[in-house]
């Protein structure tokens, strides 16, 4: 469970952008557009931001971080990503 203060503080690693809590799957997701190959976010043309990724206008996926014994885990590597709709 995680608690409404901790929350609001809890930004998305990657957009920086606000986190829904799942209470039901106990995930905390963020529905900004990142790119479906790294994680890190597009940017308004579509394309990703990090250096060096060769995603070309990639379809945009949000993140899901799980959270182990309370405790979230914030990293972009151990996201999940899925299509946004
Ligand atoms: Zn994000
Ligand atoms: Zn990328």
């Given at each position: 469970m995680i608690s409404k203060e901790l929350l609001e503080i809890l930004?998305?690693?990657s957009c920086k952008g606000d986190l829904s809590y799942d209470t039901k799957k106990a995930?905390?997701?963020c529905?900004?557009?990142h790119c479906p190959e790294c994680g890190m976010p597009l940017d308004?043309?579509?394309d990703c931001t990090?250096?060096?990724c060769d995603a070309s206008k990639p379809r945009p996926a949000g993140l899901e971080y799980r959270i182990e014994e309370d405790i979230p885990i914030m990293l972009i590597d151990e996201a999940r990503?899925?299509?946004?709709?």
């Open positions: 930004a998305c690693p995930l905390l997701i529905h900004g557009k308004a043309a579509g990090r250096e060096g990503k899925f299509p946004l709709q």
